[in-house]
T-cell receptor
Framework: DQQVKQNSPSLSVQEGRISILNCDYT??????FLWYKKYPAEGPTFLIS?????DKNEDGRFTVFLNKSAKHLSLHIVPSQPGDSAVYFC???????????FGKGTHLIIQP | ETGVTQSPTHLIKTRGQQVTLRCSSQ?????VSWYQQALGQGPQFIFQ???????GRGNFPPRFSGLQFPNYSSELNVNALELDDSALYLC???????????FGSGTQLSVL
């Protein structure tokens, strides 16, 4: 039973446009919601997080939105750059789990 | 560069064998966790160690065990290997905030 779902295995966006990656979760007890980015042959790297008591967090080109009533979060990247091409994992913390709970990931491809 | 190194990078074993994977964390990172990433899946939490004691575990059987040493290195041991154990094994460390983990590049284990 997947608690964190990323329903889009891949997403293609033109350079300079906005990339929107989506994530749904089932457990309302999660404390934090996170995004990690992974390049081939490297481990995931932390990108941005949001506490369950907030609905928006910004860090430069990256903004995460949390909609608790819909159990949905999204990552906005604007403007998208070629270096943003990677696999993006949505992850959660809390809800009775000791570690992070990851989604399956979305492969973002930024086209020139 | 996350400062977390894992060895070996690739490993091939036979079903029923035992394997030890190694990780070296950043100095001062007193919490280390291990994740299993199967093909097409997100990383799945195996267990976590804090100051050389296991203090969190995911849904993995006891044949998955670990050790953490005072010099910020750690090991993941898997006994009686099964074909389904074939995956990328990721080590992650942290010092402070629970959500920001520093991952190594992983060990790709193939069980034949």
């Amino acid at each position: 039973d997947q608690q964190v779902k990323q329903n889009s295995p891949s997403l293609s966006v033109q350079e300079g446009r906005i990339s929107i990656l989506n994530c749904d979760y089932t457990n309302s007890m999660f404390d934090y919601f996170l995004w990690y980015k992974k390049y081939p042959a490297e481990g995931p790297t932390f990108l941005i997080s949001i506490s369950s008591i907030k609905d928006k967090n910004e860090d430069g080109r990256f903004t995460v939105f949390l909609n608790k009533s819909a159990k949905h979060l999204s990552l906005h990247i604007v403007p998208s750059q070629p270096g943003d091409s990677a696999v993006y994992f949505c992850a959660t913390l809390g809800g009775g789990a000791d570690g992070l709970t990851f989604g399956k990931g979305t492969h973002l491809i930024i086209q020139p | 560069e996350t400062g977390v190194t894992q060895s070996p990078t690739h490993l091939i074993k036979t079903r029923g064998q035992q394997v030890t994977l190694r990780c070296s964390s950043q100095s001062g990172h007193n919490t280390v966790s291990w994740y299993q990433q199967a093909l097409g899946q997100g990383p799945q939490f195996i267990f976590q160690y804090y100051r050389e004691e296991e203090n969190g575990r995911g849904n993995f059987p006891p044949r998955f065990s670990g050790l953490q040493f005072p010099n910020y290195s750690s090991e993941l041991n898997v006994n009686a290997l099964e074909l389904d154990d074939s995956a990328l094994y990721l080590c992650a460390s942290r010092k402070g905030t629970r959500e920001k983990l520093f991952f190594g590049s992983g060990t790709q284990l193939s069980v034949l």
